[in-house]
């Protein structure tokens, strides 16, 4: 479903991304782990088609993001960092607004918003301005506009940034779901303790190199032979 190969990205002589190839399927959640500077949201914005490689490629179920952007972003459902509303929208407009960028019909978009609303339990917010959201509520909104038109990935840069617990919940019972339905999520998190728990693969990345990758039961097995948590394995991974 992702496939990134040999990718680079320069700005002037610093590489802040520099060679990394990542392979994710359908049906699998992957956690992208790394300190501040890492790479991960340079990486991020150029899966997203943000930012161009400086060389590598990108392709989204087959389609290269650089060969042909405007397909493979509308295979794409993209949640940044930083939530960006329109202060001035309800929740509603601005879901419809997200909607019609990917060509859905009228219909099509009502139905679909009409499932979100309830996944993510934001009825009572959705006729309200987005300037009267929590970050909570921020996160949520802009989940559910990523998931209007089905996308085949779901590239989510630290989603749990600012949730309270029962936003926090929703979000991983929804990454799950949508995971069973097929879909690839490609996530990057500095909390450990969710990548450990939903995860099923896990890539960690230092200084724009990818120094370890490999799936959860992987993990365990470090684990359990160095008798460490997984804070203590992340630590020695990348001090």
Known sequence: MLQIKNLVK?????AAVDGISISINKGELYGFLGQNGAGKTTTIKMIA??????SGTISIDGTDIKKDPVSAKLKIGFVPDQPYLYDKLTGREFM????????????QL??????????LKIENWLDKRTEEYSQGMKQRI????????NPKLIVLDEPMVGLDPQSAVLVKKILKQKVAEGAAVFVSTHSLSFAEEVCSRI???????????DDREAIETIKANLNQ???????????
């Open 10 to 14: 320069k700005f002037g002589s610093f």
């Open 49 to 54: 088609g943000i930012y161009s490689p400086t």
């Open 96 to 107: 419809f607004f997200s909607g019609g960028l990917y060509n859905l019909n009228k219909k």
């Open 110 to 119: 009502q139905n679909k918003i009409d499932e979100l609303v309830d996944l």
């Open 142 to 149: 802009t989940i559910a506009s990523a998931l209007l038109h």
């Open 203 to 213: 890539g960690i990345i230092k200084q724009g190199k990818m120094i370890y990758e």
């Open 229 to 239: 948590n997984f804070e203590e394995v992340f630590l020695e991974l990348t001090k």
